[in-house]
């Protein structure tokens, strides 16, 4: 079993829709949350970034952690198709060190 | 930019050759990782590094090597290149403490034919 599962899509929805993506994982050592979007043939780069549990939100897009269900949530609200991307969910321990993520999960927003 | 290089952008090599990938960061950070990402796995950790000459393994390291001589290059090496290295390589760089984020470079499109 992976440490962290994610749907790799793809997921395809309206302009204006909002967005749910989510990660589960197994390692209760995780605290620090991240959210990275990637374009085709692009690095990733870093979205969301959130440590231990709760909500964090900037412009369109929220970020949750729920650890009690080991489970991670990224909403994108009014979604655009300039949002169609893959999105990669990160996590890692206290200190730093391996960085595991999801598999990603490929995003469409059709205008 | 976060200040990463990654160099070659491109390359194909032939099965059985030697091959060295490079990362270079302008940062001073601590940690430096190679990742592979190939369709339906992700992003897979090969190696990851905490400090000058101080790496450990990932979750896919047979048939990659890697060294770090100084702080700001980290390099991935394929001793003798297989068909199933074939992907993009990606080096990413993360401070230590409270600011935990990495940041990717542009990655690399190794092809072994």
């Known amino acids: 079993q992976k440490e962290v599962e994610q749907d790799p899509g793809p997921l395809s929805v309206p302009e204006g829709a909002i967005v749910s993506l989510n990660c589960t994982y197994s390692?209760?050592?995780?605290?620090?949350f991240m959210w990275y979007r990637q374009y085709s043939r692009k690095g990733p780069e870093l979205l969301m970034y959130?440590?231990?549990?709760g909500n964090k939100e900037d412009g369109r897009f929220t970020a949750q952690v729920d650890k009690s269900s080991k489970y991670i949530s990224l909403f994108i609200r009014d979604s655009q198709p300039s949002d169609s991307a893959t999105y990669l969910c990160?996590?890692?321990?206290?200190?730093?060190?391996?960085?595991?993520f999801g598999a990603g999960t490929i995003l469409r927003v059709k205008s | 930019d976060a200040g990463i290089t990654q160099s070659p952008r491109h390359k194909v090599t032939e099965t059985g050759t030697p091959v060295t990938l490079r990362c270079h960061q302008t940062?001073?950070?601590?940690?430096m990782y190679w990742y592979r990402q190939d369709p339906g796995h992700g992003l897979r950790l090969i190696h990851y590094?905490?400090?000058?000459?101080?790496?450990d393994k990932g979750e896919v390291s047979d048939g990659y090597s890697v060294s770090r001589s100084k702080t700001e290059d980290f390099l991935l090496t394929l001793e003798s290149a297989t068909s199933s290295q074939t992907s993009v390589y990606f080096c990413?760089?993360?401070?230590?403490?409270?600011?935990?984020?990495?940041?990717f470079g542009q990655g690399t499109r190794l092809t072994v034919v």
């Open positions: 990413a760089i993360r401070p230590q403490g409270e600011n935990t984020e990495a940041f």
């Open positions: 390692n209760s050592a995780f605290q620090y």
């Open positions: 959130t440590y231990s549990s």
């Open positions: 990160a996590m890692s321990g206290e200190y730093g060190n391996k960085l595991v």
């Open positions: 940062e001073n950070h601590r940690y």
């Open positions: 590094s905490y400090g000058v000459k101080d790496t």
